[in-house]
């Protein structure tokens, strides 16, 4: 992180970033590809002798769940905050999706919660529940709750989370509230 002085003296980041790791998920990529590697098998060397149609549908069947499983979760194997003067944006995985940005002109507040479970929000990954907002959870453990400007929430688990609450707070004390922000 590079750091510049504020007017009063103190410094801050340019840009912070943080991430938060769920290695229980490789284990499930990794059933993931035993499915896929089972449909594989199937096809290749498969002495079924109750016809085409059972084989095909298991093949596929296994392949199509591998596929899912495999894809799904290293997705969110990783979730990666970037925090610049402008936007926070949170990517999810190696490709970095799903995605979202969020400028700071539309965020009210930002708040350390010290623990986020995905229980709590129906499982690991993108979620949303009506009375919850918005999360991005890949593992159990402390997290940022922004408050929006329109009256929603944006959870994301991410290691250090105290400390980008305080980097987030500090910059949103120079934006001017609401601006961007739609009615």
Known sequence: ?????????T?????WTGRATN????????????????????????????????????????IAAGLLVLFGTLAFVHVD????????????GHIGLPRRRIPLSQVAGADFTALVTPRHWGGWGYRWRPEKGTAV???RG???V???????????TVDNAESAVRVIRDRLRTIT?????TP
């Open 1 to 9: 992180m590079r750091e510049h002085p504020h007017a009063d003296g």
């Open 11 to 15: 410094a801050h980041p340019d840009v």
């Open 23 to 62: 290695r229980f998920q490789w284990l499930l990529a990794l059933i993931g590809a035993a499915c896929m590697a089972l449909g594989i098998e199937l096809a290749v060397d498969s002495a079924w002798t109750s016809g085409i149609a059972p084989l095909a549908m298991s093949v596929v069947g296994c």
């Open 81 to 92: 905050l970037r925090l610049d003067g402008e936007s926070l944006e949170v990517r999810c």
């Open 137 to 139: 959870v890949v593992r």
């Open 142 to 144: 402390e997290g940022i």
């Open 146 to 156: 922004l408050r929006l400007w329109d009256g929603h929430t944006f959870t994301i």
């Open 177 to 181: 509230p609401g601006a961007g922000a």
